[in-house]
T-cell receptor, first 115, second 111 residues
Framework: DVKVTQSSRYLVKRTGEKVFLECVQDMDHENMFWYRQDPGLGLRLIYFSYDVKMKEKGDIPEGYSVSREKKERFSLILESASTNQTSMYLC??????????????FGSGTRLTVV | GENVEQHPSTLSVQEGDSAVIKCTYSDSASNYFPWYKQELGKRPQLIIDIRSNVGEKKDQRIAVTLNKTAKHFSLHITETQPEDSAVYFCAASNTGNQFYFGTGTSLTVIP
């Protein structure tokens, strides 16, 4: 039944490491998103993608990059992890044509701790 | 771009009472307004939504109202139960490409 899968539930990384967060969806959605969730700040958009090899910056892209080589997979990359990137990361997907029926589907989240 | 504001940030109610969460949006072109519930440690899940051509929608104990003129929409939960305790997010969208989320409301239902 799980339709958006994030590869890791919990991650602990060291400062300066390169970190990859993976997200896979099996609904053939065109749109995929990476959000960061912090207490009191809600869901903040980092990057999103409308199509394969396409990416757009969200509200807080600094320190992050993304990759979408295949339609079903959207990766978030922390080039050099820092402690202020400790957070819950949520991936989501949506259908461009069918969003009025289904909205977003979220993954279970990856709780990243940078030490 | 769109700006969605959500209030209150925290809400405590006694079991059986009603809870109301309000959101405002800025872009008059927004036409889809979903609400998500996120239980502790779980993913946000869609619980109800409303389109701009509808003023109110109800699903059992939850309802959503939309006032397009005032650009605000609200979530109403009646006869609250402890399992309603969660964080609720509102969102607005005018395309299929991006949703704009409110900052969330943490609802606690006190038994």
């Amino acid at each position: 039944d799980v339709k958006v899968t994030q590869s890791s539930r919990y991650l602990v990384k060291r400062t300066g490491e390169k970190v990859f967060l993976e997200c896979v969806q099996d609904m053939d959605h065109e749109n995929m998103f990476w959000y960061r969730q912090d207490p009191g700040l809600g869901l903040r958009l980092i990057y999103f993608s409308y199509d394969v090899k396409m990416k757009e910056k969200g509200d807080i892209p600094e320190g992050y990059s993304v990759s979408r080589e295949k339609k079903e997979r959207f990766s978030l990359i922390l080039e050099s992890a820092s402690t202020n990137q400790t957070s819950m990361y949520l991936c989501a997907s949506s259908s461009f044509l069918d969003y009025l029926n289904y909205g977003y589907t979220f993954g279970s989240g990856t709780r990243l701790t940078v030490v | 771009g769109e700006n969605v504001e959500q209030h209150p940030s925290t809400l405590s109610v006694q079991e059986g009472d009603s809870a109301v969460i309000k959101c405002t949006y800025s872009d008059s072109a927004s036409n889809y307004f979903p609400w998500y519930k996120q239980e502790l440690g779980k993913r946000p899940q869609l619980i109800i939504d409303i389109r701009s051509n509808v003023g109110e929608k109800k699903d059992q104990r939850i309802a959503v109202t939309l006032n397009k003129t005032a650009k605000h929409f609200s979530l109403h939960i009646t006869e609250t139960q402890p399992e309603d305790s969660a964080v609720y997010f509102c969102a607005a969208s005018n395309t299929g490409n991006q949703f704009y989320f409110g900052t969330g409301t943490s609802l606690t239902v006190i038994p």
